[in-house]
């Protein structure tokens, strides 16, 4: 098998003869969940959802950024979610990720200056804190007493909150 | 229960006696699966995924937004993956979301104009292409070889190619 992705079409194409659904797109549970690109974060499995109950959300990081806010907008005002739960994790990219030299690198190898900021943080807690709070001053979400952030850690399967 | 967080947490606490890592940062597939936060959206069950195999970025819509591609290039250059699949569906909220009406209500309620586009749609396979076409022409991104989309049919489970 030359590609990964031959490899998940012939998953999914097993996957479809146990198809549950179809399923209201309403999210049931009326929650949007707020994680990690990472490979280690199945959020199905860890917060034991099924089909059709929370929206999930994920970029590198699971940052609150525009393309976040602007999900989350989506999913209060078009599909009635009214909780958000952030959560980063241990063993992040992101975390106390060099920067500049990763955009140096970028530059010498492409001539091109990367258009976006990577999002690298030197604290974990800390980066939780910022994105629970962008969440909670983002004015265009008509939900915000419910919006609160976790960190997952890979190594043991726990989820510990982060006061904010 | 009052919040939904809460019943998350409590599910999260008895799957954590479950917990089957720890697995390696490096996602083991090399390739990266992007798609919408939509709630019927299972990617783990979808392409039969077990933790620490892929990573998976989603928005709402599943579009090649910038941060998507912020989350790509880390995904690429810092943890080994060579594959993106794009994966809309059908029953999306931006397909054919009156964004201005959007836009006016968020204005009249809030006071504010909303800094970002929501990414409406009108056609579900010319989104995919679009959104395909973007990632192939985002030369910070070292691996465009194996770049493809799909629709997954919310309705029946089936995933459907669409040519680019």
């Known amino acids: ?82 909780e958000v739960i952030l959560v980063h994790h241990t063993n992040c990219g992101l975390h106390n990720l060099d920067e500049h030299a990763l955009r140096a690198e970028i530059v010498r190898e492409t001539g091109q200056e990367p258009p976006y900021a990577f999002g690298s943080f030197p604290d974990l807690e800390e980066a939780v804190r910022r994105s629970v709070r962008r969440v909670r001053e983002h004015a265009l979400l008509p939900h915000r007493d ?13 989820l510990r909150e982060v006061t904010v």
Chains 1, 2 share one sequence.
């Not at 929650?31 to 999930?56: E, K, N, P, Y």
């Not at 419910?146 to 726990?158: D, I, P, S």
Request: aromatic share 6%; proline share 2%; glycine share 8%.
């Open 1 to 82: 098998m030359d590609s990964a992705i031959d490899q998940l079409l012939l998953n999914a194409a097993a996957k479809e003869r146990h198809f549950t659904g179809p399923r209201a797109w309403i999210p049931s549970m009326h929650v949007a969940v707020v994680t990690c690109m990472d490979s280690r974060i199945d959020t199905f499995r860890i917060f034991g959802l099924d089909s059709g109950q929370a929206h999930i959300l994920r970029n590198a990081g699971g940052v609150a950024t525009d393309d976040m806010l602007r999900s989350l907008v989506l999913s209060q005002r078009l599909l009635q979610t009214r």
């Open 146 to 158: 419910h919006v609160r952030g976790f960190v997952y850690e890979v190594e043991t399967g726990r």
